[in-house]
């Protein structure tokens, strides 16, 4: 006797639980989520504790800080890089599982997630530990930067996360205009957001604006900073979720 003999229907799995399937297929290559970041991280900071060292050595003195701005955030970076493969090495698998679009989207921010707080909270624990040491006892930092960490470690974690899922969103967005429309169109489309951005600094320049622009970073701070970059993840993510659906199997 079959379900439909018994009167009862084979029903769908629920949203909740396809969408975490999407997570599992995301996890599947651990490297791309966990490992590479990971290795990203430490190699950054074991490269930033030589130069603290070696400095320290060639007579910088205790009380001279190293600190190594840009070090930190190279595991950012590579955000860009896991967005573009969340989209272009997972997505064929998702249509051949049955998963919606959004699924699939949610999923992979979800998972984009688990990856960025597992990063932000190295980074802050790494931040308390250089804090409470004055830098491993050499003046080395590398997670605690005073400009992040003038409102606090949950600021500054916040701060970190928010950075990693902007960086995650720009990629999948990029890879998703790449699959819909072509080189091309993902050509025109940098191009034209450089121009922007040359745009603003020439208008900057010509107003002789750069004080004021300097001041408003300075006084909105890490944390405020982060808080609008919330803002323009949401509007990037709408963005790529739209380019998504528009996209051909």
């Known amino acids: 006797m079959t379900a439909l003999d018994s009167g009862s229907l084979v029903r769908p799995a629920p949203v909740r639980n396809r969408t975490l399937n999407v997570v599992r297929l995301q996890f599947v290559n651990r490297q791309t989520f966990i490992w590479v970041p990971a290795l990203i991280l430490g190699g950054a900071w074991v490269l930033t504790m030589l130069i603290a060292l070696i400095v320290r050595g060639a007579g910088g003195g205790p009380g001279m800080d190293v600190q190594a701005s840009g070090a930190s955030q190279a595991p950012l970076w590579y ?17 051949a599982m049955s998963l919606t679009r959004r699924e699939f989207y949610i999923g992979s921010l979800a998972a984009a997630a688990v990856s960025g707080l597992g990063m932000s909270l190295a980074f802050v624990l790494l931040g308390l530990l250089e804090q409470a040491t004055d830098g491993y006892g050499v003046n080395g930092y590398f997670a605690y930067l005073g400009w992040v960490w003038e409102a606090g470690p949950f600021a500054a974690g916040l701060t ?19 699959k819909r429309y072509g080189t091309a169109v993902l050509t025109i489309v940098m191009i034209g957001i450089g121009l922007v951005l040359v745009g603003l600094v020439a208008l900057a320049t010509w107003q002789q604006a750069w004080p004021e622009v300097w001041r408003w970073i300075v006084d909105t701070g890490s944390l405020g900073l982060a808080l ?19 996209m051909p199997a």
């Open 79 to 95: 955000f860009l890089a896991v967005g573009i493969q969340a989209m272009t090495l997972t997505f064929p698998f998702s249509q």
């Open 228 to 246: 609008w970059a919330v803002v323009l993840g949401a509007v990037l993510a709408v963005g790529s979720y739209f380019t998504l659906r528009r």
């Open 160 to 178: 970190y996360f928010v950075s990693t899922m902007l960086f995650f969103i720009i990629g999948f967005w990029f890879a998703t205009i790449y």
